[in-house]
């Protein structure tokens, strides 16, 4: 059974070979990438269902022994995460039948490739394969940033791609000093190795600043706006899913585990998070096109997750837990319903919109609005939840600014989803020219379906809570998993 945590990784890869090597078709490319995503969807919900009790599967990949083999190992954090991840990339492809993206031949053998890269991210008990899946992460991602060939898009894959191989070098240069110093790159027999000695501290923390720089963590962050604004509307969407919460599952795992959660350095933390809520929140007041704005507040709500990071108590972290899940799904929305309104008008700046399209796109003001409302933590969305969990884990363990912070950052970002709701939807019918018929139902209904999760998720929050409480637990006390990944 634990052979499982291989398919998230095996299936995607296979199928993606598949649709190179068959004569191109359309058909066949939906049919496989979403049906081979939908596979690991369902192994990625058994995989969590066994983590939540306690147990980490565990497997030594083609049965070599322990210091040699590839391991993959889930608890609860990596196969919600895991799960997570590969829903977004389901309704991401589905989506990608409405924009058209599809069509390209490579697109779904990409999107597979890079769905493989981050499910072996998030099992992966090993630095230097961290290492190997970030890399196979990001090859397909240069690949899907440029489809389209726009000069806009080459400049962005051009900042994206210089500033992740700026980040790769660090990363690898950190695994590098690692493995001098302490003789392992296997996470298992490195626990607590930051907490033993100052030079395994600042290799690790090598190790952690490329991560921060793949999480887009303020002040290294201003590739991720530069980059994901000029994305097209389904990659951008499959971006915001899974690229940077490699990087924050890689933070949040290396802390727990090479640190043992040492509180000596979580000022730092906090810190950071809340300059990149700050940050991030006043960038998207400023942005005026509906991406833009989105793509600030991506970099904002990476800080509301490393909250939970930087108290890195077990309320802490199961509340970042639970903010992580809600707002990316939030987030896929609203990227979503932005895509929508640019694939159908030809643009997505407020000053040429001008507001009104309520009156022509009512199921996609409903999903806009519905997901909105969870992104600012308006009650009863999920929104609220999540941020009334970090608030009250600050409040318990943090200093006072810290929730400050927490209900400042809420309050801008009412202001800004008030100004896209105004630009975009709102007020009298738009002067621009309607399309000839309605949007695709592959347009509409993946946000729909998901600012409707997001409420359900607020109203019957108490399974995400009763999971995220047990990550945070597992987080906090990594020695089950560290344990299974050294047996």
Do not use: C
């Not at 240069?173 to 493995?179: E, K, N, P």
């Not at 040429?352 to 999903?367: K, Q, S, T």
Request: glycine share 10%; proline share 5%.
């Amino acid at each position: 059974m634990n052979a499982l945590v291989v398919a998230p990784v095996a299936l995607p890869l296979v199928a993606a070979a598949v649709l190179l090597l068959a004569p191109r078709s359309v058909l066949l490319a939906r049919a496989l990438g979403i049906g081979t995503t939908g596979l690991v969807v369902v192994a990625a919900a058994v995989l969590l269902a066994r983590t939540l009790t306690g147990e980490v599967p565990v497997v030594q990949v083609g049965g070599w022994p322990a210091g040699i083999a590839v391991v993959l190992a889930l608890d609860a954090f990596g196969a919600l995460l895991l799960l997570l991840t590969s829903a977004v990339t389901v309704l991401g492809l589905v989506y990608a039948i409405g924009t058209g993206e599809d069509r390209e031949r490579t697109f779904t053998s990409l999107v597979l490739v890079m769905s493989a890269g981050v499910s072996g991210a998030l099992s992966t008990a090993d630095l230097f394969n961290l290492f190997v899946f970030v890399e196979v992460v990001l090859i397909p991602s240069y690949v899907l940033l440029t489809l389209a060939g726009r000069r806009q898009r080459i400049a962005g894959a051009r900042l994206y791609v210089s500033v992740n191989l700026l980040a790769s070098t660090l990363f690898l240069a950190g695994v590098g000093l690692l493995y001098g110093i302490t003789g392992t790159v296997q996470l298992g027999e490195l626990a607590g190795a930051a907490t033993a000695s100052t030079p395994a501290a600042l290799a690790a923390a090598l190790v952690l600043l490329a991560m921060g720089v793949k999480s887009a963590v303020v002040p290294l962050h201003s590739w991720l706006p530069g980059s994901y604004s000029v994305a097209g509307p389904a990659v951008t969407v499959l971006f915001s899913g899974l690229l940077t919460k490699v990087g924050l599952y890689a933070l949040f795992r290396l802390y727990s585990v090479l640190f043992d959660g040492d509180r000596r350095f979580l000022w730092v933390l906090l810190a950071l998070a809340v300059l990149t809520m700050v940050v991030g929140v006043l960038s998207a007041v400023g942005a005026k096109a509906v991406r833009p704005v989105l793509t600030a507040h991506m970099v904002s709500q990476i800080g509301y997750v490393l909250v939970g990071l930087g108290l890195s108590t077990v309320a802490g972290l199961g509340a970042a837990t639970f903010f992580l899940v809600q707002y990316v799904l939030v987030k896929a929305a609203l990227f979503m319903v932005g895509g929508a309104v640019e694939v159908r008008y030809g643009t997505d700046v407020l000053a040429r919109l001008g507001g009104g399209l309520v009156h022509r796109e009512r199921w996609l003001a409903v999903a806009f609005a519905g997901s909105a409302l969870a992104l600012v933590g308006i009650p009863p969305t999920s929104g609220f939840v999540a941020k009334l969990q970090l608030a009250t884990a600050a409040a318990a363990d943090g200093p006072w600014w810290v929730l400050v912070a927490v209900v400042a950052v809420s309050a801008v970002t009412l202001v800004s989803m008030l100004k896209l709701w105004n630009g975009v939807f709102w007020g009298e019918p738009s002067a621009l020219p309607a399309p000839p018929r309605g949007p695709a139902a592959t347009l509409v209904g993946p946000p729909l379906l998901l600012a409707a999760v997001a409420l359900v998720l607020g109203i019957w929050a108490e399974p995400l809570l009763a999971a995220s409480t047990i990550a945070g637990q597992q987080l906090a006390d990594p020695s089950a998993w560290v344990a299974a990944v050294t047996r």
